[in-house]
């Protein structure tokens, strides 16, 4: 007898101890923040009864046109990756989730929608509204797996109730444990109209590589070359000492618990166990944040805790000016302008530098978190609501388990320590080039009348010497427009006085409570 059934078939016993096979139903996997095929527990759920996959992506029209064009510019190569590893197969389809998901459903005659589960707050109440439309049809919305090691909500103090601390839940996270990696399996692809795959927007910033195989590959290459040591370098905002994992996270193009095991094996095999320890603490402050915004779904927006009275922010055309010249990476703190340009240029930032901008906006610039949240959000291929906005409210000292609002960053001290020789400075900010070593944390310095001449005149040659001759367009023609439209900016406010603008209103905020 034939104990192999066909795909689509699978072998039952009837009620008289027969064997026979019956035809099972197309299932469906909607793919969202899963964009993978290795250690997929939705995909193996979705294959058990040896069902045919239709691998469907929705492109929601509500969420689509408004995200930033690095978000979306990563999301369309992706797709496009995904596209090729399930043989040209993955049906995309345009619209809202409530109505497309159903309507294939109803089409393919599935069964069962398979999903990762979601944990953001709009992912939550979308899926809510999905399984109950799926239900009138009979078809039941599936979710295994998340985008955690540990599902957001598992873990709890053993009173039952959430951390509200990040050490004794990275403790408990620990001891809480998680799967191994689930195995690739084999799976059918069904064959089912798409509406094809959406372009690649044009950005101007210089991205990343998208998809699960380079998101494999990247991280073989940090096992490789980065781990070792990676507890020093992960703080040098002038090394690339870190993993650029976070985009390839963020889209799930590889799972925390693949990292998690790789780690485990890696330290078996005599990598250093304070590097894998470090390395393993930031994957658990991902998984903290979430749960934090699991338990707190308001916190995508407004304060945990509120550290200030409400009109220590600022507002109004000084504060909207002030925000402008942080956007665009001149407020005069070559450190914080780094980041910014940074951020502009390649829709990432060094984490180091994230803290010091984002202490920049809100104690420096008196400017509410949430202003600063979403413009990353708007530049960030990495940009994710738990991370993105619990590290501003940790920052901002709003948080659960915040920075106390009292310990302000200083832009200066923290370039000397963290950019010590001043090259992630001017790697972003090339007006400041011609200053060597660490002057270029303090340009003001060297421009007062007591500097030393040498310092600019040397630098003034060394820009003359590259010089290349006329500047050039791209089409060939001379450039135009001065070599150094804006010359640097001079500091828009004085630390010192604003770290004590800001003290003052926490002070005052204690004194009201
Ligand atoms: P690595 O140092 O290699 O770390 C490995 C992984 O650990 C990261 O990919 C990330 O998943 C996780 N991780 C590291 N640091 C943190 C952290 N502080 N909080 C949570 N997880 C962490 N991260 C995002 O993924 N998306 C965001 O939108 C985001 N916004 C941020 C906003 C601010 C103001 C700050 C201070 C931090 C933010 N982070 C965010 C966290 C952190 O800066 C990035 O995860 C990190 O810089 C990504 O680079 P990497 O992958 O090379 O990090």
């Given at each position: 007898?034939?104990?192999?059934?066909?795909?689509?078939?699978?072998?039952?016993?009837?009620?008289?101890?027969?064997?026979?096979?019956?035809?099972?139903?197309?299932?469906?996997?909607?793919?969202?923040?899963?964009?993978?095929?290795?250690?997929?527990?939705?995909?193996?759920?979705a294959?058990?009864?040896?069902?045919?996959?239709?691998?469907l992506?929705?492109?929601?029209?509500?969420?689509?046109?408004?995200?930033s064009?690095?978000?979306?510019?990563?999301?369309?190569?992706?797709?496009?990756?995904?596209?090729?590893?399930?043989?040209?197969?993955?049906?995309?389809?345009?619209?809202?989730?409530?109505?497309?998901?159903?309507?294939?459903?109803?089409?393919?005659?599935?069964?069962?929608?398979?999903?990762?589960?979601?944990?953001?707050p709009?992912?939550?109440?979308?899926?809510?509204?999905?399984a109950?439309?799926?239900?009138?049809?009979?078809?039941?919305?599936?979710a295994?797996?998340?985008?955690?090691a540990?599902?957001?909500?598992?873990?709890?103090?053993?009173?039952?109730?959430?951390?509200?601390?990040f050490?004794?839940?990275?403790r408990?996270?620990l001891?809480?444990?998680?799967?191994?990696?689930?195995?690739?399996?084999?799976?059918?692809?069904?064959?089912?109209?798409?509406?094809g795959?959406?372009?690649?927007?044009?950005?101007?910033?210089d991205l990343?590589?998208?998809?699960?195989?380079?998101?494999?590959?990247?991280?073989?290459?940090?096992?490789?070359?980065?781990?070792?040591?990676?507890?020093?370098?992960?703080?040098?905002?002038?090394?690339?000492?870190?993993?650029?994992?976070?985009?390839?996270?963020?889209?799930?193009?590889?799972?925390?618990?693949?990292?998690?095991?790789?780690?485990?094996?890696?330290?078996?095999?005599?990598?250093?166990?304070?590097?894998?320890?470090?390395?393993?603490?930031?994957?658990?402050?991902?998984?903290?944040?979430?749960?934090?915004?699991?338990?707190?779904?308001?916190?995508?927006?407004e304060?945990?805790?509120?550290?200030?009275?409400?009109?220590?922010?600022?507002?109004?055309?000084?504060?909207?000016?002030?925000?402008?010249?942080?956007?665009?990476?001149?407020?005069?703190?070559?450190?914080?302008?780094?980041?910014?340009?940074?951020?502009?240029?390649?829709?990432?930032m060094?984490?180091?530098?994230?803290?010091?901008?984002?202490?920049?906006?809100?104690?420096?610039?008196?400017?509410?978190?949430?202003?600063?949240?979403?413009h990353?959000m708007?530049?960030?291929?990495d940009?994710?609501?738990?991370?993105?906005?619990?590290?501003?409210?940790?920052?901002?000292?709003?948080?659960?388990?915040?920075?106390?609002?009292?310990?302000?960053?200083?832009?200066?001290?923290?370039?000397?320590?963290?950019?010590?020789?001043?090259?992630?400075?001017?790697?972003?900010?090339?007006?400041?080039?011609?200053?060597?070593?660490?002057?270029?944390h303090?340009?003001?310095?060297?421009?007062?009348?007591d500097a030393?001449?040498?310092?600019?005149?040397a630098?003034?040659?060394?820009?003359?010497?590259?010089?290349?001759?006329?500047?050039?367009?791209?089409?060939g023609?001379?450039?135009?427009?001065?070599?150094?439209?804006?010359?640097?900016?001079?500091?828009?406010?004085?630390?010192?006085?604003?770290?004590?603008?800001?003290?003052?209103?926490f002070?005052?905020?204690?004194?009201?409570a």
């Amino acid at each position: 007898p034939d104990t192999h059934p066909a795909p689509g078939f699978v072998r039952r016993r009837t009620a008289t101890g027969r064997a026979t096979s019956y035809r099972v139903g197309v299932s469906i996997l909607w793919f969202r923040r899963d964009l993978r095929l290795d250690d997929h527990p939705a995909l193996v759920a979705a294959v058990a009864d040896g069902a045919p996959v239709v691998p469907l992506y929705v492109l929601d029209d509500a969420l689509w046109p408004a995200a930033s064009a690095n978000r979306r510019s990563h999301l369309a190569r992706s797709l496009a990756a995904l596209d090729d590893a399930t043989g040209g197969r993955l049906v995309v389809r345009r619209g809202d989730p409530r109505e497309v998901v159903p309507a294939l459903a109803r089409e393919v005659g599935a069964s069962e929608v398979h999903v990762s589960a979601g944990h953001e707050p709009a992912g939550r109440r979308r899926d809510r509204d999905v399984a109950a439309r799926l239900a009138e049809l009979d078809v039941r919305l599936v979710a295994t797996g998340s985008p955690y090691a540990v599902s957001p909500g598992r873990v709890r103090t053993g009173g039952g109730t959430p951390y509200q601390v990040f050490t004794p839940f990275r403790r408990a996270w620990l001891d809480h444990g998680w799967r191994a990696p689930a195995p690739r399996p084999e799976v059918t692809w069904a064959d089912v109209r798409s509406d094809g795959l959406p372009a690649v927007p044009a950005t101007s910033a210089d991205l990343p590589e998208a998809g699960e195989a380079a998101a494999l590959a990247r991280w073989r290459e940090f096992l490789d070359d980065g781990l070792a040591g990676y507890g020093e370098a992960r703080d040098r905002a002038d090394l690339d000492g870190t993993s650029m994992l976070s985009v390839h996270l963020k889209w799930g193009e590889i799972h925390a618990r693949t990292l998690l095991a790789d780690l485990a094996a890696a330290q078996a095999d005599g990598a250093p166990a304070d590097d894998v320890a470090t390395f393993r603490s930031e994957l658990a402050w991902r998984e903290f944040h979430a749960d934090v915004l699991h338990h707190h779904p308001e916190a995508s927006s407004e304060s945990l805790r509120a550290v200030v009275p409400d009109d220590a922010w600022a507002d109004g055309p000084d504060a909207d000016a002030a925000f402008e010249a942080w956007a665009r990476g001149r407020t005069g703190y070559p450190f914080v302008d780094a980041g910014m340009r940074q951020l502009l240029a390649t829709g990432w930032m060094h984490n180091r530098v994230r803290m010091v901008v984002a202490s920049f906006l809100v104690k420096d610039l008196h400017l509410p978190w949430q202003r600063g949240a979403a413009h990353f959000m708007a530049h960030l291929v990495d940009g994710d609501v738990p991370q993105n906005q619990l590290n501003w409210q940790w920052v901002a000292g709003t948080g659960r388990d915040a920075a106390p609002y009292f310990r302000v960053f200083n832009p200066v001290a923290q370039g000397l320590r963290f950019d010590p020789d001043g090259d992630y400075v001017r790697r972003w900010v090339p007006e400041l080039r011609a200053l060597r070593g660490k002057a270029v944390h303090e340009p003001w310095k060297h421009r007062a009348d007591d500097a030393p001449d040498d310092l600019f005149a040397a630098a003034d040659r060394s820009v003359e010497d590259d010089d290349p001759g006329p500047r050039r367009d791209a089409d060939g023609s001379p450039a135009s427009g001065p070599r150094h439209p804006d010359p640097y900016p001079a500091p828009i406010v004085d630390h010192a006085h604003e770290r004590r603008v800001a003290l003052d209103d926490f002070h005052r905020a204690r004194g009201s409570a």
